[in-house]
C-alpha cells in the first residue's frame, strides 16, 4: 500500500494551496483519512481527520481556512488550505489507516510534501 501526496508548493501569505493524496495498493477499505504537519524542529502534528462516516476533526489553529474531504471511489483525500500563513509553512503528510483485509488494518503515511508560505 501506498500513500502519495501532491499539491505542496510555494504559496504567498492569505493565499490558496490544495492538497491530494492517493491511496493505492492491496486496499480492502480504506478507513480514517488524516492529514499531519511538521514544521522545522518541531514535533509532527495533526491538521485534520476524515472518517469515512463523515466525521471532521480539525486542529484549532486551522479552524476555519482548511477543509479536509475525500472521494472514496479514488480513495483520495483532499486538503484546500485558504488564508495561509506563514506559519503554516511545514512538510504535509497524509495518514491513514487502511483494512488490507476485512480483518487486519494498519496504518500508512505518505512521504510528505513541502508547504512554504511567504510573508
Known amino acids: 500500500v501506498q500513500l502519495v501526496e501532491s499539491g505542496g508548493g510555494l504559496v504567498q501569505a492569505g493565499g490558496s494551496l490544495t492538497l491530494s493524496c492517493v491511496a493505492s495498493?492491496?486496499?480492502?477499505?480504506?478507513?480514517?483519512m488524516r492529514w499531519y504537519r511538521q514544521a522545522p524542529g518541531k514535533q509532527r502534528e495533526v491538521v485534520a481527520g476524515l472518517t469515512t462516516g463523515g466525521t471532521v476533526h480539525y486542529t484549532d489553529f486551522v479552524k476555519g481556512r482548511f477543509t479536509i474531504s475525500r472521494d472514496d471511489t479514488k480513495n483520495t483525500v483532499y486538503q484546500q488550505m485558504n488564508s495561509m500563513k506563514p506559519e503554516d509553512t511545514a512538510v504535509y503528510y497524509c495518514h491513514a489507516d487502511i483494512k488490507v483485509t476485512p480483518n487486519y488494518e494498519y496504518d500508512y503515511w505518505g512521504q510528505g510534501t513541502q508547504i512554504t508560505v511567504s510573508s
Open positions: 495498493g492491496n486496499i480492502y477499505k480504506v478507513n480514517t
